[in-house]
């Protein structure tokens, strides 16, 4: 079983549900039994602070990537094997990806939006085949779901849209897939 790098993109709060962090927890949690390394965007707060928690209370390693405006509002954690300081958005995203195998998607707001899309668009343009994976928590992603099949269905992407991307139920489904994926 080889080591591998799993990038996380999710919210810096919470959300109102406690399913969404206890996914966190687990996914965390599954990174480290399984002996491989988070990537993520370097916060300490929301679910994006519990899946670090729970990914360095149980022994992995963690690269977080945070560029400087977001330093103090996403509360930058400090006690990571790497930390990476970028200066903008664009940087971030592409440090967390070129440092990654796989990316796992948690509930999260306009930013966790934004990198979906955008390796979505790189696979779809044929940068990369690396798995992209929803975790559904609670049905978070069904509406983003039911977006892309009518962004299918009025003709502005083949069906094959959906095959870059995998939507599971829990982070432990999230982990199985990468590791049938990868391993």
Same mark, same amino acid.
């Given at each position: 079983? =080889?080591?591998?790098?799993?990038?996380? *993109?999710?919210?810096? =709060?919470?959300?109102?549900?406690?399913?969404?962090?206890?996914? +966190?927890?687990?996914?965390?949690?599954? &990174?480290?039994?399984? #002996?491989?390394?988070?990537?993520?965007?370097?916060?300490?707060?929301?679910? /994006?602070?519990?899946? $670090? !928690?729970?990914?360095?209370?149980?022994? +992995?390693?963690?690269?977080?990537?945070?560029?400087?405006? &977001? /330093?103090? =509002?996403?509360?930058?954690?400090?006690?990571?094997?790497? &930390?990476?300081?970028?200066?903008? /958005?664009?940087?971030?995203?592409?440090?967390? *990806? /070129?440092?990654? #195998?796989?990316?796992?998607?948690?509930?999260?707001? +306009?930013?966790? &939006? #934004?990198? *979906?899309?955008?390796?979505?668009?790189?696979? !779809?343009?044929?940068?990369?085949?690396?798995?992209?994976?929803?975790?559904?928590?609670?049905?978070?992603?069904?509406?983003?779901?039911?977006?892309?099949?009518?962004?299918?269905?009025?003709?502005? +992407?083949?069906?094959?849209?959906?095959?870059?991307?995998?939507?599971? #139920?829990?982070?432990?489904? $999230?982990?199985?897939?990468? !590791?049938?994926?990868?391993?």
């Amino acid at each position: 079983m =080889r080591s591998l790098s799993i990038c996380v *993109f999710c919210g810096s =709060r919470s959300g109102h549900k406690s399913a969404y962090e206890k996914a +966190a927890e687990v996914l965390g949690k599954g &990174l480290a039994d399984r #002996d491989w390394r988070l990537v993520y965007g370097a916060g300490d707060v929301g679910i /994006m602070g519990s899946v $670090a !928690q729970s990914a360095q209370n149980n022994g +992995a390693k963690a690269l977080g990537v945070i560029p400087t405006h &977001l /330093m103090q =509002r996403e509360v930058a954690k400090t006690d990571l094997s790497n &930390l990476v300081i970028t200066e903008n /958005m664009h940087e971030r995203k592409k440090v967390m *990806f /070129m440092n990654s #195998d796989a990316i796992v998607l948690l509930p999260g707001g +306009a930013g966790s &939006l #934004d990198e *979906f899309f955008e390796v979505l668009t790189w696979a !779809q343009i044929g940068l990369h085949k690396k798995p992209i994976i929803l975790v559904n928590t609670e049905q978070y992603w069904t509406p983003l779901a039911t977006l892309i099949d009518h962004v299918i269905s009025e003709g502005f +992407a083949e069906t094959t849209l959906k095959s870059y991307f995998d939507i599971v #139920d829990t982070a432990e489904d $999230a982990l199985n897939v990468i !590791q049938a994926r990868l391993e």
